[in-house]
């Protein structure tokens, strides 16, 4: 599996930008890179996904290097509802199919 | 109603029953995966389904057994729960199979306490 790292915590200030980093180093060609978000206890919220290009979309922008081997999460202006654990993930494809596996995330605490 | 429902939401049971948890989407999607979240921890993926009949283990399918008879069902077995199986489990569905590439739904979630 591609395995991705990120930071186990991170704080930001409310009204500020979140950048939330994402270390996939051994991700190969054709897997893309999501990102989701779980708030308590809930189900996990997709955010956004991405292959090379950057995406934005109406919740946050995903920034892909160069190499692939790193993305970045921004949240434009970090609300308190915000607070949640954000995961990068890599879609791993195989011959039965496709499936994400979710790591440990990276909790964002955002501050009044 | 339209979506992605998970039964029972809570459980207890005892050590070396059998337990079955429910997953049933209405969207018609090809895929549908199993995770577990122990307290404090990430999601780890138990099983998934690409389609009806197709199955495949994720990291952690020891002590789990799953069928897909039916493209809008997905139940998830616990043979002979043990304590460790205690976790909140979720159901998630998502049209891969149809060419898209974008999210997975999740289920609420089902709360299982093994005593």
């Keep these: ?49 991405g292959l090379k290009n950057n995406e934005t979309n109406e919740m946050a922008s995903l920034i892909i290097t160069e190499d692939r081997k790193s993305s970045t ?15 990068c ?15 440990e995330g990276t909790q964002l605490t955002v501050n009044p | 109603d339209a979506g992605i429902t998970q039964s029972p939401r809570y459980k207890i049971t005892e050590t070396g029953r059998q337990v079955t948890l429910m997953c049933h989407q209405t969207w018609s999607h090809s895929y549908m995966f199993w995770y577990r979240q122990d307290l404090g921890h990430g999601l780890r993926l138990i099983y998934y389904s690409a389609a009806a009949d197709i199955t495949d283990k994720g990291e952690v399918p020891d002590g789990y057994v799953v069928s897909r008879s039916k493209t809008e069902n997905f139940p998830l077995t616990l043979e002979s ?21 974008g999210e997975l739904f999740f289920g609420e979630g089902s709360r299982l306490t093994v005593l």
Excluded at chain 1, 89 to 103: A, D, M, P, Y
Excluded at chain 2, 81 to 101: E, H, I, K, M, P
């Design chain 1, 1 to 49: 599996d591609a395995k991705t790292t990120q930071p186990p915590s991170m704080d930001c200030a409310e009204g500020r930008a979140a950048n939330l980093p994402c270390n996939h180093s051994t991700i190969s060609g054709n897997e893309y890179v999501y990102w989701y978000r779980q708030i308590h206890s809930q189900g996990p919220q997709y955010i956004i996904h």
């Design chain 2, 81 to 101: 729960a043990t304590r460790s199986q205690t976790s909140v489990y979720f159901c998630a569905s998502s049209d891969w199979g149809q060419g898209a590439l």
């Design chain 1, 73 to 87: 999460l921004i949240l434009p202006h970090a609300t308190l509802r915000d607070t949640a654990v954000y995961y």
């Design chain 1, 89 to 103: 993930i890599v879609r791993v494809q195989e011959t039965s199919g496709s499936r994400l596996t979710f790591g």
